[in-house]
């Protein structure tokens, strides 16, 4: 089935730096989401980008669609404590019914 | 306020005893999608449903059964519970379309023992 790899499981920064996440895909997607999830919460979605090359901003928060449809990056400038968590990318393709691919995730710690 | 309820939040329980997690949303959503999230894993789907009497596998269903037969509600059931359902469930919902973002529920811990 389909599969999206996020790595590595854990990153640690220092506050004030900006972070880069990637997800890549074994097979095209066609619509492209970012979600963050804080503890004892669910998924919140942060970014959705529904067209290859598409970049869009949400606050501190980058992410683009990649041009070959198969990766998708998360830029965070500027850390701040509050954006520990848990950063899942998710994508679906056309003829999924809406079926959701997560990627397993990427736990944030920003040191003060 | 648009949002996905889950009841209850916790629940702790023993092998076989049946067991029902409530899910409702509140946004006209016609799919509604159920996770589980285990550690290493990330979110794996368990059931969704594309409309009213609409239901279909997701990846892992072995354990589960769901039924739509209201809109805005989508229940879980366990029906004899086994201690490797213990996991963290989410109720996602969305409009439905391909490229629609799912909302999710703040989820349901259960634990089984």
């Known amino acids: 089935g389909q599969q999206l790899n996020q790595s590595p499981q854990s990153m640690f920064i220092q506050e004030g730096e900006d972070v880069s996440m990637n997800c890549t895909s074994s097979?095209?997607?066609?619509?492209w989401l970012w979600y963050k999830q804080d503890p004892g919460e669910g998924p919140v979605l942060l970014i959705a980008?529904?067209?290859?090359?598409e970049l869009t901003s949400n606050g501190r928060l980058t992410a683009q669609f990649g041009i070959t449809r198969k990766d998708s990056f998360l830029n965070i400038s500027a850390s701040i404590p509050s954006d520990v968590g848990i950063y899942f990318c998710a994508g679906t393709f056309t003829g999924a019914n809406s079926k959701l691919t997560f990627g397993k995730g990427i736990t944030l710690s920003v040191r003060p | 306020e648009a949002q996905v309820t889950q009841n209850p939040r916790y629940l702790i329980t023993v092998t076989g005893k049946k067991l029902t997690v409530t899910c409702s949303q509140n946004?006209?959503?016609?799919?509604m999608s159920w996770y589980r999230q285990d550690p290493g894993l990330g979110l794996r789907q368990i059931y969704y449903s594309m409309n009213v009497e609409v239901t279909d596998k997701g990846d892992v269903p072995e354990g589960y059964k769901v039924s739509r037969k209201e809109k805005r509600n989508f229940p879980l059931i366990l029906e004899s519970p086994s201690p490797n359902q213990t996991s963290l469930y989410f109720c996602?919902?969305?409009?439905?379309?391909?490229?629609?973002?799912?909302?999710f529920g703040d989820g349901t811990r259960l634990s089984i023992l």
């Open positions: 980008l529904y067209k290859a090359g």
């Open positions: 996602a919902s969305s409009w439905g379309a391909d490229n629609q973002p799912q909302h």
């Open positions: 097979s095209i997607f066609n619509t």
């Open positions: 946004m006209n959503h016609e799919y």
